[in-house]
């Protein structure tokens, strides 16, 4: 069994993620962290760490923190996390530079698990571009295509970016981030990775990554249809970094260890 204390239970992808573990018979949402109390929980909910910490019975509980909350919460979670050594997925998007820095710190003296999307079959997605892009690399062309609903604030999205970093990783050469054409009239560069966003509707989530060479064009594709693809995601990461050794863990990880 994994007990989770759950931060952001009171918004939208905390709702998802207890529906997700109520279908597991291995998890357990022990307790919320939100700003707000809600009535649609019959679990305790702190609204601050000092109380929290003061309830012993509930804090021997938790063996990880999964966060889905705000950037702005998130440096009181990960000093909650290295005060009491608690294994936890950092799932929040928009974070700065800093704070990214600070879970690396982090990670020096508790588990931490960090990955730009929670989605196993996103990171399954960046897991095969990057072998087609080590294969393809010398005669294709290579675009990332992204598309949202039209409340996400962020553009491109941190999913994007994490795939064009994958290929950097995976290419010979210093690619160029390209995110906007028309204010510029010229050729294509051969460096070039192009990131188009687009915002609508209430699309989930999806990410395209096209190679298009000459005469042929490759087109690998993920499309989430609900939150709880990434919920499911989260709570899985919980049961995997239950327990583990200081360090910083992701999705390549988690996918590595099912091998």
Do not use: W
Not at 42 to 54: A, C, G, K, Q, R
Not at 127 to 141: G, Y
Not at 213 to 237: N, R
């Amino acid at each position: 069994m994994t007990n989770i204390l759950l931060c952001g239970i009171c918004g939208k992808m905390g709702h998802a993620v207890v529906r997700a573990a109520n279908e597991k018979d291995d998890i357990n949402i022990i307790a919320g962290y939100d700003i707000k109390q809600s009535p649609d929980f019959d679990i305790p909910i702190y609204t601050d760490f000092n109380t929290l910490e003061s309830e012993g019975a509930v804090m021997k509980e938790i063996d990880a923190i999964v966060d889905f909350s705000h950037p702005s919460m998130t440096d009181s979670i990960i000093d909650f996390a290295v005060r009491n050594d608690v294994p936890s997925v950092i799932c929040t998007t928009g974070l700065s530079g800093e704070q990214i820095s600070k879970i690396n710190a982090a990670a020096e003296k508790t588990a931490m698990f960090f990955s730009a999307n929670m989605s196993l079959g996103v990171n399954l997605l960046i897991d095969l571009v990057q072998r087609a892009a080590k294969v393809l690399e010398d005669n294709f062309d290579i675009e990332i295509i992204e598309k949202h609903h039209n409340q996400k604030l962020d553009a491109p999205s941190g999913t994007a970016i994490a795939i064009a970093d994958a290929i950097s990783d995976a290419v010979s050469y210093e690619p160029e981030y390209t995110y906007d054409r028309h204010s510029v009239r010229r050729k294509r560069g051969k460096t070039e990775i192009g990131i188009s966003s687009l915002r609508g509707g209430t699309i989930v989530g999806e990410h395209s990554v096209i190679f298009a060479g000459c005469d042929e064009v490759i087109e690998l594709k993920h499309t989430a249809t609900s939150k709880e693809v990434f919920a499911v995601g989260a709570i899985k990461a919980a049961a995997f970094i239950k327990g583990l050794k200081p360090g910083m863990y992701s999705m390549k990880d988690l996918i590595d260890s099912q091998k």
